[in-house]
């Protein structure tokens, strides 16, 4: 059964920073796509940022150039480095990562920018 497990999420001020990380165990298949999205209080759930196993991006225009996102395939590890918040980047963000057979994720983590 796989799981993801997440951390890193927590309350900082604008400008601020944060690490999320997301460690997935008990997949027989290799992991394709490893990324996180986030659903900010009445919005609908929206990439923040994805990476492949060939270590190609892809972020939304609102982060580029502030998050920075990392794998190590050995760990089965996904990180998210936040720099520069802003508090319209308060929302849950889920970690997801993506097979051939199937998409799995975690159950998510609060980020809050709030002065």
């Known amino acids: 059964q796989v799981q993801l497990v997440e951390s890193g999420g927590g309350l900082v001020q604008p400008g601020g920073s944060l690490r999320l990380s997301c460690t997935a165990s008990g997949s027989r298949f290799s992991i394709l796509t490893m990324g996180w999205y986030r659903q900010a209080p009445g919005k609908q759930r929206e990439l923040v940022a994805d990476?492949?196993?060939?270590?190609?991006?892809n972020y939304a225009d609102s982060v580029k150039g502030r998050f920075t996102l990392s794998r190590d395939n050995a760990k089965n590890t996904v990180y998210l480095q936040m720099n520069s918040l802003k508090p319209e980047d308060t929302a849950v963000y889920f970690c997801?990562?993506?097979?051939?057979?199937?998409?799995?994720w975690g159950q998510g983590t609060q980020v809050t920018v709030s002065s």
């Open positions: 990476i492949t196993r060939g270590l190609s991006t």
């Open positions: 997801n990562f993506r097979t051939s057979f199937a998409s799995y």
